[in-house]
């Protein structure tokens, strides 16, 4: 029953396919190819170049026709640069969540079924009209008993079943893409169609999100930089969250914040400390910072909402991306290929040399320009790019980075175009790199450690005495096992057994050849003898 549903949703996919002109595709796929003569009666084969518009431009349209969770999927796919043409990143990235809404009653019977009991007994006021509506989820505005004014965030009906299903279908396509298209398997759109499936899932668990915004609204509490709404748990479940309810003006309002009078430098160089705060210091960053998820008070602070997608890094990735981009703007592309080398991310056997001068002929003619002209999301991709050919593996967690830098980026030189993003991040990143290596870095570690160490304590001088008695008395051994001395040490065995074995049969031989020209031995007794004592030697020694 599966494959007949799959099968027309195929069909129905290849009409759409085929709208937009990608009759190519269709037709190198396994399921069409016996159909490849027929494709001179089609109308696109005789007015193709009158018709056909950029690809990038009907892939996004074909998106858009085929439905919110394959808009969902061209906008996360857009975050991709590290994989797609600057052209198709560029036009999949114009996707927005302009998703038909559902309806009011709908939403309202979801959220009496996620608490079991009236909507009246929740919200003095519920809004069915919808104020905003995306592919996963709409928001209404409430106003709860206590009259506190709340956006109540409801997850579609029955979205994961279409979900699931539009996934199978993606993994289906992705699988015939790398296998038929000629770019398939460079772009690996199995891995991504994974990616695109994990995070998904993560976005219809409203309470992960309401636990993300919780520490994300901890992190900057009291800050002047960034406002985050207040989540209120007692009114949160799986399907439904509910939070405080901000007023602010969309970032991108220009006319409208001009008229709050907003000093456009100084908000434009907040957002570039947001983000660096975010990765270095709280290392939990808000990773779908696009504008329609920013807002402007009349203070001039950041808003921030939706919550879905955050990301995070490790201590070593935290510092060897520090690292490189203070080696970056210094220059030192050495450094910049031995970080890469030192952190993992290219392979441990990749020439430092190599990679070193494949870097320098990409960041060299960047950095000819004038500092505030340089994209600093530009040149991670390109070092990206260039890493693939080094066989640098995708590191999830830099995409997502990538993808904030660049959104953050956009958003800075739109509201001020000349701003220097070096000259807000340098000062930031010296100082990080600072506290990892100096004395508040140690006071940092012994903080953190002091407990389990006044845990130990009492035990340490007992284990020390155990040591000394042992070392006095001839009984201390230190056990110590390394596979690759293992094997070393196994070959020198083999290699001396064998060269024993050679030294000892040869002066065997020789003996029994001086034996043999005294005439103290006839031929039969050295064969037997010299036989005889080379299988004991085999025995023993094998």
Known sequence: MKSITHFFHLLFISRILLRYGF????????????????????????????????????????????????????????????????????????????????????????????????????????????????????????????????????????????????????????????????????????????????????????????????????????????????????????????????????VTNMDDLKAMDIDFKALAEMGVEIFFTQVFRDNFFHADMHPGNIFVSNSGQYIAIDFGIMGSLSSDDQRYLAENFLAFFNRDYYRVAELHVQSGWVPADTRVDDFESAIRSVCEPIFEKPLHEISFGQLLLRLFQTARRFNMEVQPQLVLLQKTLLNIEGLGRQLYPQLDLWDTAKPFLENWMKEQLGFRSFAKQVKHNAPLWMEQLPEFPSHVFDVVQQARKGQLRINYQSDTLNRIEHKIVQQTKRSTQAIISSALLISGAILYSQNMLNEAQIVFGLGSISALWLFFTS
């Not at 001179?40 to 439905?67: M, N, Y």
């Not at 043409?85 to 969540?97: C, G, R, S, T, V």
């Not at 956006?151 to 979205?159: A, M, Q, S």
């Open 23 to 250: 009759d190519d595709l269709l037709i190198n796929t396994h399921l069409f190819r016996p159909l490849r003569l027929l494709r001179v009666f089609t109308p696109s084969f005789w007015f193709r170049q009158r018709t056909r518009r950029p690809r990038g431009e009907r892939i996004r349209k074909a998106l858009e026709d085929l439905g919110p969770i394959f808009v969902k999927f061209g906008q996360i796919l857009s975050t991709r640069r590290d994989l797609l043409p600057d052209d198709l990143a560029d036009e999949l990235a114009k996707l927005q969540d302009q998703v038909p809404p559902f309806s009011g009653d709908k939403a309202v019977k979801i959220i009496e079924e996620s608490f079991k009991r009236p909507i009246e007994q929740i919200f003095a006021e519920f809004n069915r009209t919808p104020l905003a509506s995306a592919s996963i989820a709409q928001v209404h505005t409430a106003t709860l008993l206590d009259g506190r004014e709340m956006v109540v965030k409801v997850v579609r009906p029955d979205i994961e079943k279409v979900i699931r299903r539009d996934l199978e279908l993606l993994y289906l396509i992705a699988d015939k893409v790398e296998k038929y298209w000629s770019e398939g398997k460079r772009l690996r759109p199995h891995e991504v169609v994974a990616e695109f499936d994990k995070n998904i899932i993560d976005e219809l668990d409203l309470l992960r999100e309401a636990a993300n915004a919780s520490e994300l609204r901890r992190n900057f509490k009291d800050s002047p930089l960034l406002y985050i709404p207040e989540v209120d748990w007692d009114h949160c479940r799986k399907k439904v969250m509910v939070m405080e309810r901000i007023h602010g003006m969309p």
